[in-house]
């Protein structure tokens, strides 16, 4: 029993279990402060998510989710990845910006195809990375704050340049199908397998592509030595030769360019378009961070948090109306969410706990 | 003090027993430490002395054994109830706050506030100046920490333990920072605690201290109590035999040695400083040769580690050159001069020496990772030419682990760190080794070995710079010492000429040469 705690993985899996029950648990409290008699119900509902619908539209239901996983399992990737290496790219949210401008830019206002359309906004994203990245190697600019700042900066110039092909009707950009039909992901007919869900694009597979692609560098390159290196002890990596300003300038601009194509594969599948009156920078990016903690900070593991992550916030949608205001939703997968910022937290206690019981055995023989 | 006492003894340790998965650290010790003397705890690294004081402190807590004070037995669970029997500590690394007063750290934690939260620091300043007049420790109360000299800090350190009313002072290793001069004051002020009664424990492994300070000594050896004497009734080398088991030879056995051609020159060197504005190393000027040890002495902060830093490419120099074997590396990189044939072994191993939370393994190739030995030709790790690198050095350089090549470096002893580090180092087949402090936290049976892996490459023929602060190492390992003061190399010495005392002179600043380069 105890060799099995001991093991990395189980405890990075049970620390992440733990904080989400516990997320659920104080979810459902709220619920039982504001109205008692429906709270079991809709919290149930939160977990069922599409499981709520009709048979036949629980796999379209399932496409939706989809959608939008995929974009944030890359987002949390961009933020564990650059973790990894010592640095807490809170500008994840802001490449991201940036790629869903560069991406919709192409598609709307040049009529670029979805490939072009894409590694623009990869381009974009790397660079507003590399931004973050320069400031810290060369002027030692603290990588959260010139990333918050750079967030707004994203934001509003991209509120900005969108204006040019914005309706104008509303605030929303085009319809991406209208406009450009080329400009959108292919679905290689992986949207049969979720109900004719066209949102449902070969999304899914590249996403997990790369996050192998990601685990692999991490673990077995010779870069993700070096990087790994550079963020646990950056003395030693300057004293063993390591290029520690390439490293850093490198680590941000592949995290921003994973945020980057992040929002490309969210905007190019058409199920959402931009908001270019919006004020506040898309929680995409910021929830990339809590599905990077509640995966354990493993590239893998961030595949199954994201898509948690998404099921649950989509599944705050059926908390019964009857009894609570509709905001309640975002209440529930908020504090869950919140609460997976403590899987490193538990994970700790659980190593101490375990540390500790060993000691008294260790004193017994 | 004229106060009954109702005990022979202020503190006692009885039949003390600490286990550690898989190591008895304290074997059944009993320390016994009488009202009003000074009594020195002798022991190498690895003893068992730290897991003692650890457990008179509340920090751990023995399986066996007891604690009393004044005849009474004490449950001490914690280091506020060791503060509460009036215990101190004065620790080897300093425990204050730089940009704070002295004034300011004495009362830090035991405040005198007025009724409404404001602090009472007149009060404060009318005891501590009675206190350091009555002991003759002389501070400037409105002085900055980061200020004033070292000897300042530890007599603050000392008043701190006094603005407490502390009965029971434990000195650990407070000589190793200090200058000759220095270290004659801070045996006095020891004496006239004493002599007010004031109970001392004295840490250390330095004989000669041991002899002039103390009343008596307890020796631990291995975890195990050895015994207790009386300083005046014994010899220096019967403590050694006793601390060590065995009459040591510290005498390092090495041929002359045969130097060759010049393999670092290092041309008027000058190094900045980061704590002050002044240069840290100023105008430094040496050259090692093949088949040599040259050592840098000197007493801690004189510029060696900056001197160190330059040479090894960590910090950029403000002027001079560095030529090693003919080749300019001044502006080189840290990966080139590493390429280039210089090894260094860090001052600070887990600051510079090791990835903490890497395998025993990924620190083995920390320096030489990038050859196509241990990478590929598209960046991938080769896994198994590393486990078996790993695993031959770990044979061949004795560094023992629980779980070999796999196991954290976080998990290893200090010794077996500093045994993969200089593994690495020297197996790199360097042309100039730089080695700084190599035997620090080694035990004697250890620092034998690194010092016959330094004599093998002199004998070899590469160079080896050994910068020390450790008087035993520097009068016998090197062939020649170049002694360092406030940045200036102020004196070139034969170690086989040369005395202890003279080099002490020199170290202190008291002496000097203009010595002359080429």
Request: with cysteine; charged share 20%; hydrophobic share 40%.
């Amino acid at each position: 029993m105890r060799k099995v705690l001991k093991n990395e993985g189980v405890q990075a899996f049970l620390a992440s279990l733990i904080c989400i029950l516990i997320g659920l648990l104080i979810g459902y409290i709220v619920l039982l402060f504001i109205n008692p008699s429906g709270a079991g119900d809709s919290t149930l509902n939160v977990i069922k998510n599409f499981l709520y619908k009709k048979p036949a539209r629980q796999m379209k239901e399932l496409g939706n989710t989809m959608a939008k996983t995929m974009p944030l399992i890359l987002c949390s990737l961009s933020i564990l990845f650059s973790y990894k290496v010592g640095l807490f790219n809170i500008g994840t949210a802001g490449q991201y910006v940036a790629g869903a401008c560069a991406s919709l830019y192409a598609a709307l206002a040049w009529g670029w195809g979805w490939l072009p359309c894409m590694l623009f906004a990869i381009v974009a994203g790397a660079l507003l990375g590399g931004i973050t990245g320069l400031l810290k190697a060369y002027c030692n600019v603290n990588e959260v704050i010139s990333g918050i700042m750079l967030n707004w900066i994203a934001l509003y110039t991209t509120n900005t340049i969108l204006a040019t092909v914005k309706e104008s009707t509303s605030p929303y950009t085009h319809y991406i199908d209208k406009v450009n039909k080329s400009a959108l992901l292919p679905t290689a007919g992986i949207d049969s397998l979720f109900g004719n869900n066209n949102n449902v694009t070969i999304a899914v597979p590249l996403t997990i592509i790369v996050a192998i692609v990601i685990w692999i560098i991490l673990s077995k390159t010779k870069l993700g030595y070096e990087l790994k290196a550079t963020g646990n002890n950056k003395n030693a990596a300057k004293y063993a030769g390591m290029a520690q300003n390439r490293n850093i300038i490198l680590t941000l601009v592949i995290s921003g360019a994973l945020a980057g194509l992040a929002a490309s594969l969210l905007y190019q599948t058409g199920y959402m378009r931009w908001e270019c009156t919006q004020s506040s920078v898309p929680s995409m990016g910021f929830n990339g961070i809590a599905a990077a903690f509640l995966g354990g900070l493993h590239p893998i593991g961030a595949i199954f948090s994201s898509f948690f992550i998404q099921h649950i916030t989509d599944g705050g949608q059926y908390v019964n109306t009857n009894f609570y205001s509709p905001q309640i939703s975002d209440v529930i997968s908020s504090v869950i969410i919140y609460l997976c910022g403590f899987v490193l937290f538990i994970k700790l206690t659980m190593k101490k706990w375990i540390a500790k019981s060993e000691e008294k055995k260790g004193a017994k023989n | 003090m004229g106060e009954e006492h109702k005990s022979e003894y202020a503190i006692e340790m009885l039949h003390i027993t600490k286990r550690f998965p898989g190591i008895i650290a304290n074997d059944d010790i009993t320390l016994q430490l009488r009202h009003g003397e000074i009594h020195a705890l002798l022991g190498e690294n690895g003893a068992g002395k730290s897991t003692l004081m650890s457990v008179l402190f509340g920090l751990y807590q023995a399986e066996e054994g007891t604690i009393k004070k004044d005849g009474q037995e004490v449950k001490i669970n914690d280091p506020n109830d060791a503060n509460d029997l009036g215990i101190g500590m004065v620790h080897q690394h300093f425990k204050l706050v730089e940009c704070f007063t002295v004034l300011d750290n004495i009362i830090l934690g035991d405040e005198p506030v007025g009724s409404i939260g404001m602090l009472k620091k007149a009060e404060a300043r009318k005891k501590i100046v009675a206190l350091s007049e009555k002991y003759g420790l002389q501070v400037n109360p409105d002085a900055k920490i980061e200020d004033i000299t070292v000897g300042m800090q530890q007599r603050t350190e000392i008043l701190k333990m006094l603005y407490r009313d502390n009965e029971i002072l434990i000195f650990d290793e407070p000589t190793a920072v200090l200058t000759p001069q220095e270290i004659e004051e801070l045996m006095q002020i020891m004496k006239n605690l004493a002599a007010e009664g004031k109970s001392i424990l004295f840490i250390s492994h330095k004989l000669a201290e041991i002899m002039a300070v103390a009343d008596r000594c307890s020796v631990l050896r291995k975890g195990k109590y050895i015994g207790t004497v009386e300083t005046k009734n014994t010899t220096m080398e019967e403590l050694s035999a006793m601390m060590v088991g065995r009459n040591v030879n510290f005498h390092v056995e090495k041929q002359p040695a045969n130097p060759g051609e010049v393999l670092l020159d290092v041309q008027h060197v000058t190094v900045a400083s980061k704590a002050h504005s002044n240069n840290a190393v100023k105008d430094v000027s040496f050259q090692v040769r093949r088949g040599e040890i040259v050592c840098i002495a000197g007493i801690d902060g004189n510029g060696q580690s900056e001197l160190v830093y330059g040479l090894t490419g960590l910090e950029p120099l403000v002027s001079g050159n560095i030529i090693m074997d003919g080749q300019d590396i001044t502006k080189a990189s840290i990966r080139k001069r590493s390429v280039s044939g210089m090894s260094h072994i860090p001052e600070d191993r887990h600051k510079h020496g090791l990835v903490l939370d890497y395998p025993l393994e990924f620190n083995m190739i920390l320096q030489t990772y990038f050859k196509p030995q241990f990478t590929s030709k598209i960046g991938f790790l080769r896994r198994k030419n590393i486990r078996e690198y790993s695993d031959r050095l770990i044979e061949e350089y004795d560094v023992r682990s629980g779980q070999g090549s796999v196991t954290p470096a976080r998990a290893m002893s200090g010794g077996n760190q500093q045994k993969a580090i200089i593994a690495r180092e020297i197996d790199k087949q360097p042309e100039v080794l730089v080695a700084v402090q190599p035997t620090r936290g080694l035990d004697v049976g250890a620092i034998e070995s690194v010092h016959k892996q330094l004599v093998a490459q002199r004998d070899a023929g590469k160079a080896v710079l050994l910068i020390s602060l450790e008087l035993d190492e520097v009068m016998d390992v090197p062939d020649r010492i170049l002694v360092m003061y406030e940045g200036e190399i102020v004196g070139e010495l034969d170690p086989k000429q040369t005395t202890q005392e003279e080099l002490g002179l020199y170290m202190a600043g008291a002496k000097r040469d203009e010595v002359k380069v080429n």
